[in-house]
């Protein structure tokens, strides 16, 4: 038997649905920026937090406007907080104003 899709009631089939949109409004409702948000902080890591600290930094995710990273160095955790203003702002260069406002870095075993 070949596929058809269900029927709707109406007759007419709803178009499909870009599945990055459906992600964004998942991701929107976990409080997260939308996912090329992400991707772009991800791409542009270097840029954002700096060569030397992009090494030692590593981008978890953006939530409720917190760019969260980890690092197994705990000197790199208090230099990150010490670089807090500039991180944000160079986020928002990359991602646009509002999606970051702070800086989490948690430092966690090697």
Do not use: H, K, N
């Amino acid at each position: 038997m070949p596929w058809s899709p269900l029927p709707t009631g109406d007759g007419a089939t709803p178009p499909p649905r870009r599945l990055a949109d459906g992600l964004d409004r998942v991701l929107a409702g976990l409080g997260a920026p939308p996912a090329d948000a992400v991707a772009a902080l991800a791409d542009r890591w270097a840029e954002v937090v700096g060569a030397e600290a992009a090494v030692a930094l590593t981008l978890v995710g953006v939530e409720d406007g917190v760019l969260v990273t980890t690092t197994t160095q705990p000197a790199w955790a208090s230099q990150a907080r010490w670089m807090e203003a500039e991180v944000c702002r160079r986020a928002a260069a990359v991602v646009g104003p509002g999606v970051v406002s702070t800086l989490e870095v948690r430092v966690r075993r090697p």
